[in-house]
């Protein structure tokens, strides 16, 4: 058997959770540039209509590559050729240093490929979601698995 034929439509799973930290965040800062004053600046962010600063979508939409990754078995790691792409990527509500994140994940579609390795591609329908169950993020998550 292999990852895309036991993969079916409307299969659903959830991955474990991860608080984001300071330091995830200025980690984030330093290796991608992006030093915007939403997510480093603490005083002036006090004074915006968020109170605080926010985690970067991108760290965001990072940790949920990750999260989904340690979710998998070892064996559907290996089924794993390639992220392939993402659609309908959406920052639906902003995350918070010290919010703690999970991804669930349903099938949404399959579909067969030529391809000298893989079998076929799978559609995910990605949300991201707070400790209040809050989605912060959503998307369609592509894969290319064998």
Same mark, same amino acid.
């Given at each position: 058997?292999?990852?895309?034929?036991?993969?079916?439509?409307?299969?659903?799973?959830?991955?474990?959770?991860?608080?984001?930290?300071?330091?995830?965040?200025?980690?984030?800062?330093?290796?991608?540039?992006?030093?915007?004053?939403?997510?480093?600046?603490?005083?002036?962010?006090? &004074? #915006? +209509?968020?109170? !605080?600063r926010i985690v970067h979508g991108a760290l $965001?939409?990072?940790?949920?590559?990750?999260?989904?990754? %340690?979710?998998?078995?070892?064996?559907?790691?290996?089924?794993?050729?390639?992220?392939?792409?993402?659609?309908?990527?959406?920052?639906?509500?902003?995350?918070?240093?010290?919010?703690?994140?999970?991804? &669930? #994940? +349903?099938?949404? !579609?399959?579909?067969?490929?030529?391809?000298? $390795?893989?079998?076929?591609?799978?559609?995910?329908?990605? %949300?991201?979601k707070n400790q209040h169950e809050d989605v912060?993020?959503?998307?369609?998550?592509?894969?290319?698995?064998?």
């Open positions: 058997m292999s990852l895309f034929t036991e993969s079916k439509v409307g299969e659903f799973s959830q991955t474990k959770g991860r608080t984001l930290t300071e330091t995830d965040l200025m980690n984030f800062a330093g290796i991608s540039g992006d030093f915007n004053y939403l997510h480093t600046d603490a005083k002036r962010m006090e &004074e #915006s +209509e968020f109170g !605080e $965001v939409f990072s940790v949920m590559t990750g999260l989904l990754w %340690q979710s998998r078995s070892e064996e559907d790691q290996d089924a794993v050729v390639a992220f392939y792409g993402i659609d309908r990527l959406r920052f639906v509500k902003p995350v918070f240093l010290g919010d703690t994140i999970h991804v &669930e #994940s +349903e099938v949404i !579609e399959t579909e067969q490929r030529e391809h000298p $390795v893989a079998n076929g591609l799978i559609r995910y329908d990605l %949300q991201v912060v993020l959503a998307c369609e998550f592509l894969s290319l698995v064998t």
